[in-house]
T-cell receptor
Framework: SQQGEEDPQALSIQEGENATMNCSYKTSINNLQWYRQNSGRGLVHLILIRSNEREKHSGRLRVTLDTSKKSSSLLITASRAADTASYFC???????????FGKGTMLLVSP | DAGVIQSPRHEVTEMGQEVTLRCKPISGHNSLFWYRQTMMRGLELLIYFNNNVPIDDSGMPEDRFSAKMPNASFSTLKIQPSEPRDSAVYFCASSLARREMNTEAFFGQGTRLTVV
């Protein structure tokens, strides 16, 4: 079963705009990770946030985590056409070694 | 390091045939995962190995699927006999599992399997 559910399923924006994607999950977690997948390629790790962290930054990426609401958001600032991809959240449940992925958000950034 | 290497990249086979997918994890990683991705079901974990030992195979669909990891640098996922509903992209991923579990997974490019 899917642990993480991303919202929205698809997002279309213009270059320069910010893109926000959300993820909700069901159980207690050890950490939450965001991955990116370009069409026809494997997933690439973007950022990891631990359960005791609330916010994390990496370049143009900003991730927040609210464990009380069991939700996370990924913000991409000043988007570029090259950011076009699918974005997945993945959770590592407490006591488990495996990652469970959501179905992803397809982001389209138009020039 | 070249990353996680999967072969073949594409496989087209007839229903009933045996299919073997191969994976070479990143050197030094002690955890290996096989995932299947479809439009309908997203990314599903099939099996997880730690130190070459299968730890969680609850995601393996049925007896037609089997996975092995004979050594730290090689794993196979076999489907026998294959069926059209097995058509999907199969990903292998590896990571270095640590006690605190705050590690990322590195994915291969995937094998796109089409069973006709």
């Amino acid at each position: 079963s899917q642990q993480g559910e991303e919202d929205p399923q698809a997002l279309s924006i213009q270059e320069g705009e910010n893109a926000t994607m959300n993820c909700s999950y069901k159980t207690s977690i050890n950490n939450l990770q965001w991955y990116r997948q370009n069409s026809g390629r494997g997933l690439v790790h973007l950022i990891l946030i631990r359960s005791n962290e609330r916010e994390k930054h990496s370049g143009r990426l900003r991730v927040t985590l609210d464990t009380s609401k069991k939700s996370s958001s990924l913000l991409i600032t000043a988007s570029r056409a090259a950011d076009t991809a699918s974005y997945f959240c993945a959770t590592r449940r407490s006591g488990y070694s495996t990652l469970t992925f959501g179905k992803g958000t397809m982001l389209l950034v138009s020039p | 390091d070249a990353g996680v290497i999967q072969s073949p990249r594409h496989e087209v086979t007839e229903m009933g045939q045996e299919v073997t997918l191969r994976c070479k994890p990143i050197s030094g990683h002690n955890s290996l995962f096989w995932y299947r991705q479809t439009m309908m079901r997203g990314l599903e974990l099939l099996i997880y190995f730690n130190n070459n030992v299968p730890i969680d195979d609850s995601g393996m669909p049925e007896d037609r699927f089997s996975a092995k990891m004979p050594n730290a640098s090689f794993s196979t996922l076999k489907i026998q006999p294959s069926e059209p509903r097995d058509s999907a992209v199969y990903f292998c991923a590896s990571s270095l599992a640590r006690r605190e579990m705050n590690t990322e997974a590195f994915f291969g490019q995937g094998t796109r399997l089409t069973v006709v």
